[in-house]
């Protein structure tokens, strides 16, 4: 079939349903309502005469079809992506969209320098949009890695295959325990004998996963996927978690938080750039690259 832009729409809606787990769920990101994302659907598989998803009462499920159609998508869409952009730079100046996976609450650490690489690419090209996907570590290189976003930065316990990985810089994580918390006005010759006690949050978030051989109790009573979670909890004074330094700085500083034994319960984490070794050559994406390097240059 011909490829029309009509057709590329229809993709990209498809490549957001995929990724969002539905069409409800899509509705947020794609800012439509559920009844005309699934018109659109329905034309995309008109337009492609297969079946690229199962809806329903039993749920959303992605067909075998769809799986090859997502990737398709992704990589037609990608190819549109640096066309543009090469073209862009025939004429001395840049255009598409800059695409940024990330962990989450970077924002507050002051070595982070996405605000000043998103200055510095406007300043440069007037015709770049930018999309950034705050999510899990693990979704950070998945979305680098099937080409839906240029670069992330986030963390890696281990590399994937056809991906590069440049560090910017190490993440202090502390111990914390929150007012309320019986750690949090005891006495110093008292924090061993309750720390044997203290209910310690479970994270599933890859920045502490495997590398906590603290020693302490984990019961799994509590359970955060995000360092926001992970807050809460310690806020409500039951429970006692990791979280990195600049983070909690902001409870710390209200007299909300209180970290235990510091020079004992800490670990550091490099943040990294991530991109992939077998993206098409892009002028934009090459641009990005380099001005997150050079904001994230500290002497």
Known sequence: MQVHDVDLRLLRIFVAIVECGGLSAAESRLNIGRSTISSHLSDLEV????????????????TESGRVTYQASLELLQQCEAFASTVASSKNELSGRVTIATIGTLVSDPRCGVARVIAALKAKGGNIQ??????????VETSVANGRSLVGLGVSRHHLRGLDYYPLHNETNYLYCGQGHPLFDCKPAEVNKRLEVAEVITSNYMRDKEVR?????????????HDE???????????????????????????????????????????????????????????????????????
């Open 47 to 62: 337009r492609l005469g297969i079946k690229l998803c199962k809806r329903g009462r039993s749920g959303f499920e992605i």
């Open 229 to 299: 979670g992970i807050a809460h909890l310690i806020l409500s004074g039951a429970f006692i978690g990791y979280l990195p330094e600049h983070y909690a700085n902001y409870w710390l500083d209200k007299g909300l938080f209180k970290s235990i034994l510091p020079e004992k319960y800490s670990y550091q984490i490099p943040i990294m750039l991530i991109s992939t070794k077998n993206n098409i050559v892009s002028p934009l994406a090459n641009a990005l690259i380099e001005e997150i390097k050079r904001c994230h240059s500290f002497g």
């Open 130 to 139: 930018f999309d950034i996907n705050v999510c899990e570590a693990r979704e």
């Open 213 to 225: 051989n603290d020693g302490l109790n984990y019961q799994n009573s509590a359970t955060a996927y």
